[in-house]
């Protein structure tokens, strides 16, 4: 497989659930990131690893847990949401920080009931 | 404040003709800017890049045009297909955090046939 994949594509859950989405990168990059995606929205930034290494947590509520194993491998892991948690869950990479261009994948479309 | 926009959330354009989308940014200083494209059920796309030191920048069918003095990208599409419809975002980084990319909302373009 190439690029950034996302698993799984759709996912339904109630609230009190746990559940995790996986995300992982065959480029090569160092720096992976999570993006949550709402309707008429732009793209909010949720998480960033760096190496491994957190870097970035954007004030994102708890029940929202990342996890990074190493550097091609993202996960978010998700605990008792709240309806409008409901949105397309981006994860992207990048090759460093500096000026380049994060890659992403396909997302989860996540419902919660 | 530090905020990415576009000045249209449609576009509607005839097949064959060539497409201009515009993006206003606020940072003055950004210095990196991309530019996406996200089809339905997909995540978004890179199209071309450009870096403040230049204010133009061309790819296949693509071009990217940078006005710092006003604070202004637009992204030209020349002969636009049927496959160019899509929503087209602009991102900025965010000046001394490079890695940070601030998005706008998007603009929808659909091609008339």
């Known amino acids: 497989e190439t690029g950034v994949t996302q698993t799984p594509r759709h996912l339904v859950m109630g609230m009190t659930n746990k559940k995790s989405l996986k995300c992982e990168q065959h480029?090569?990059?160092?720096?992976m990131y999570w993006y949550k995606q709402s309707a008429k929205k732009p793209l909010e930034l949720m998480f960033v690893y760096n190496f491994k290494e957190q870097t970035e947590n954007n004030s994102v509520p708890s029940r929202f847990s990342p996890e990074c194993p190493n550097s091609s491998h993202l996960f978010l892991h998700l605990h008792t949401l709240q309806p409008e948690d409901s949105a397309l869950y981006l994860c992207?990479?990048?090759?460093?920080?500096?000026?380049?261009?994060?890659?992403f994948g396909d997302g989860t479309r996540l419902s919660i009931l | 404040g530090e905020s990415v926009g576009l000045h249209l959330p449609t576009l509607s354009v005839q097949e064959g003709d060539n497409s201009i989308i515009n993006c206003a940014y606020s940072?003055?200083?950004?210095?990196?800017f991309i530019w996406y494209k996200q089809e339905s059920g997909k995540g978004p796309q890179f199209i071309i890049d450009?870096?403040?030191?230049?204010d133009k920048r061309q790819g296949q069918r693509v071009t990217v045009l940078l006005n710092k003095t006003v604070k202004h990208l637009s992204l030209q599409i020349a002969a636009t297909q049927p496959g160019d419809s899509a929503v087209y975002f602009c991102a900025e980084n965010m000046g001394r955090v490079d890695y940070k990319l601030s998005f706008g909302a998007g603009t929808t373009v659909t091609v008339r046939a």
């Open positions: 940072n003055s200083a950004s210095d990196y």
């Open positions: 992207a990479s990048s090759q460093g920080y500096s000026n380049q261009p994060q890659h």
């Open positions: 480029l090569g990059h160092n720096a």
């Open positions: 450009i870096r403040s030191n230049m």
